[in-house]
């Protein structure tokens, strides 16, 4: 039987510097389909220094336009591609960012993969006009793509496009897994190391964890807090940590390898995440899976990936001091932490 040829829309690509869970979610994904048989392209935007096509673990990778004209030239490009096409085809959309209305112009089958929606957390990540225009765009979702078969990779963003308007039997709930030969424990015990991994964007809210940190750090001396990743909202982490007088205990690392990622997870004694919203939360189980518990916000997504006083512990969005306290808990009760580790 003919495999059919994949065509996924996606802004980013695994290469990207601005590539994130969506993009390790992708690749991990589309690899094994590749190495099934299936033709996979992936339309995806261009970056400084970046071939226009290459290929990554069996994927065709086409890039177009940059991450602002990705969403009028990438469309445009997969309608010239759809027109070559003869055997059997499918349109994948990959939903994390701005929809390509593909129901509007595709005549593939559509599936959409659904990582989370921003709603109103777009005018934290992004200027006013980039903001309303992504929250603008995500009302049309449930009519635009009311006949679109989804996968939602979690169930708060299942629930999030139930609550929307769309139906339930068109979403295929998968959660997102990861590779057990990568991500494993340690054998020594870690020194009093938190570490927050992963974009480094405004709604992720590390600014939530250096504030706690300098409670942490009172009760807790010999605690560091190293964050690692780029982003829009690094710059302005830096001049918080130097009005706290952390720059001694707040490290920033900036992009590293995979090797560098796992050495630094088992390294750590408790992973961080206080955003106010994720699609699921790939980096809490990457940690999980190296023997480190979490502390993160109750949120959508996260409240998923951590369960709580199981395998780490949730906190209230945005409140400081309940940060600070659950910090502290994981670094110096041995027997919490032993638990968690075990749980996670």
Request: a positive charge; proline letters at 6%; hydrophobic letters at 45%.
């Amino acid at each position: 039987m003919t495999r059919p040829h994949l065509l996924v829309l996606n802004e980013r690509d695994i290469d990207n510097p601005l590539a994130g869970g969506a993009e390790v979610h992708f690749i991990e994904i589309f690899s094994r389909l590749a190495a099934r048989g299936f033709r996979v392209t992936l339309i995806c935007a261009g970056f400084p220094g970046a071939d226009e096509r290459t290929t990554q673990r069996g994927v065709e990778i086409v890039r177009v336009g940059n991450r602002y004209t990705f969403y009028v030239r990438g469309p445009a490009l997969y309608r010239r591609l759809e027109r070559a096409i003869t055997g059997p085809a499918l349109l994948i959309e990959d939903l994390n960012k701005l929809p390509f209305c593909g129901p509007l112009y595709a005549r593939l089958p559509i599936l959409a993969i659904v990582h989370h929606l921003f709603g109103t957390t777009a005018f934290r990540q992004a200027n006013l006009p980039v903001a309303t225009v992504t929250y603008l765009s995500e009302l049309g979702i449930p009519a635009m793509y009311r006949r679109v078969p989804m996968v939602a990779v979690s169930p708060s963003t299942r629930d999030d496009l139930i609550a929307r308007g769309i139906a339930r039997d068109r979403i295929t709930m998968i959660p997102n897994g990861l590779d057990h030969a990568r991500y494993s424990p340690a054998g020594t015990p870690p020194a009093r190391m938190i570490l927050s991994l992963g974009r480094v964007e405004p709604y992720k809210r590390v600014d939530i964890a250096i504030s706690a940190m300098a409670k942490v750090v009172k009760a807790v001396p010999d605690a560091r807090f190293l964050i690692v990743g780029r982003g829009e909202a690094l710059a302005g982490l830096e001049l918080q940590v130097a009005r706290l007088g952390l720059t001694g205990v707040v490290q920033f690392r900036g992009f590293v390898s995979e090797e560098e990622k796992v050495d630094l997870y088992r390294g750590a004694r408790v992973f961080v995440n206080p955003s106010e919203k994720e699609g699921w939360g790939l980096t809490i189980l990457e940690a999980n899976a190296c023997g480190v518990p979490s502390v993160a916000s109750d949120v959508p997504g996260l409240r998923d990936s951590v369960r709580h006083e199981e395998t780490g512990i949730l906190v209230r969005h945005g409140d400081v001091d309940a940060c600070a306290a659950a910090l502290q808990r994981v670094l110096t009760d041995d027997a919490t932490w032993s638990r968690l580790r075990t749980g996670a």
